[in-house]
């Protein structure tokens, strides 16, 4: 594998540019839109973008600069195609389109989802793992076969991220929820039963949240933070343990950003000890959205010669990841 | 879980050691125990292994008064279930067009009655003196919805295909069975083969 890719990152609230090489990652540059009030507005993250996209971009080629790769060492222009709000895909796929025009050179769409599975097979010992993404928007649990990373298990409503910042919203707590009720979480140990609703392979969260915010009216913050995280963490492990008994893989990788969650982690390790397989959780920097990421699997498309025309460039904010012909692997 | 036919003298035996449950033969009863999760909080943990117990027991029993043959249960304790061992042959190991249409049928049963079993592979049917048991209701649950029936059936679709050669026509015996049990069988059926091409549940 050869060549020098800069991914374009946009899917939600983090807008982020990286050039990536074979060894590693050159540069890169984030400008994260955080909303006065509220959770993420999807326009005003897209206005976001749109302010700060040239911004990011010239940043990110002056960082490479500095590093000796230079605008004209770039192969390829990656980003990500979806899935997410589409506004925000649209925005980053027209600055993506630019560039590619500018620099003459490929267009590569990457699905979101594939990239935080494969910045995790790069940045980690992980090869052919069962993968638990869970962020705000997306729950899945994936894993690779017969040339295609495959659902096993996924949410049926919301994301695990946005069932935590709808309750902590209710709650009075700032976005993004999840640390804020990390911290709560850890001042409790008293657990008050709430709905745990998985079905067969699946996950519900909206009804979770929504008796999480009824248990608030007679219950302490820290009681019902601690008692979320213990309902919804273990309903991801369990679906996630069923993944690896199903598929018989040895590997767990953990991707998103709920994953910076250290009671998640403790309860996956826990699992895979008793399970004997091992478990991978990446550098903090790659698990949340990155432009590393999309700039990586972009790499490994462009290498697949899997590109694409400017005609054929729209965003698909449903794209899913088992839509995806994998083209790069083996 | 696959019950098999050897070793019924043995007093223990170890049967599976899935995700979720182990299964053993103890006096000739088969015992399915839901196994403590550490990774969970033992409250949480008891409250979900005792939910499921009770519950996938309710749905054996249902499912007999619907007609189709399961096991009999003898005990129901926290997260245990003592049952009737089956100790006929597998299904995938004598499976034909006849056994087929059979199976159909019984599966057009279960939907009618409102039951997903959840887990309808040939390894969780077994042949005794010429009945057709259906084992292992761990991922059964109420729904009568065409989804839930689709995604049913074809999960046993998929393992004709991956385990026996002449599964076209072992399809074409259950859809005979299905739709002679169930007046719905129809629209689950177009559902079928739009699930599959989702290829959503490989």
Known sequence: ?330 | MIVSEENVDGDIMELTNGAEATVRIEDGCVVKERIQKRYRLRELDERIRKERTKAESRLISEARRLGIPTPIIYDLENSVIRMQYIPGTPLKHVINEELSERLGRLVGLLHTGGIIHGDLTTSNLILYKDRLYMIDFGLSFMNSGVEARGVDVHVLFQTFESSHRDHESLIQAFCHGYRQAFTGADEVLVRVTEIEKRGRYA
Not at chain 1, 83 to 97: I, K, M, S, Y
């Open chain 1, 1 to 330: 594998m050869k060549g020098t890719v800069l991914g374009i990152e946009g899917t939600a609230w983090n807008l982020s540019a990286a050039i990536v090489n074979e060894n590693d990652v050159v540069a890169e540059v984030t400008d994260t839109y955080s909303p006065a009030t509220g959770g993420i507005h999807p326009r005003e993250a897209a206005q976001h973008h749109a302010k700060y996209a040239s911004t990011v971009i010239r940043k990110v080629l002056e960082e490479a600069k500095e590093k000796g790769v230079t605008s004209s060492d770039i192969d390829a222009i990656a980003f990500s195609q979806g899935p997410g709000l589409g506004a925000c895909l649209r925005t980053v796929a027209t600055a993506a389109r630019m560039l590619a025009i500018k620099f003459n050179v490929p267009l590569v769409g990457v699905n979101h989802c594939l990239a935080h599975i494969e910045v995790g097979r790069w940045k980690t010992p992980a090869r052919d793992p069962v993968t638990l993404y869970v962020s705000g928007a997306n729950s899945q649990v994936l894993a690779y076969r017969m040339g295609r990373y495959r659902v096993f298990g996924e949410t049926l409503d919301i994301g695990l991220g946005n069932a935590f910042d709808k309750f902590a919203r209710n709650a009075g707590l700032s976005h993004p929820g999840g640390p804020k009720i990390e911290q709560l979480a850890k001042m409790s140990t008293n657990y008050i039963p709430l709905p745990y609703v998985v079905k067969g392979m699946d996950l519900s969260f909206s009804g979770l949240s929504t008796a999480a915010t009824e248990a608030l009216k007679c219950n302490s913050l820290e009681d019902v933070c601690y008692s979320l995280q213990e309902t919804a963490f273990a309903m991801i492990v369990e679906v996630t343990e069923r993944a690896i008994a199903h598929t018989g893989k040895r590997e767990v990788l953990l991707a998103g950003g709920v994953g910076a969650n250290m009671r998640l982690r403790e309860m996956l390790d826990i699992m895979c000890t008793d399970r004997g397989v091992s478990f991978h959780v990446p550098e903090k920097r790659f698990m949340g959205d990155n432009g590393a990421m999309i700039a990586y699997l972009g790499l490994l498309m462009y290498n697949a010669g899997d590109i694409l025309t400017i005609e054929n460039s729209h965003v698909n904010p449903n794209f899913r990841p088992d839509d995806v012909d994998v083209t790069w692997l083996e």
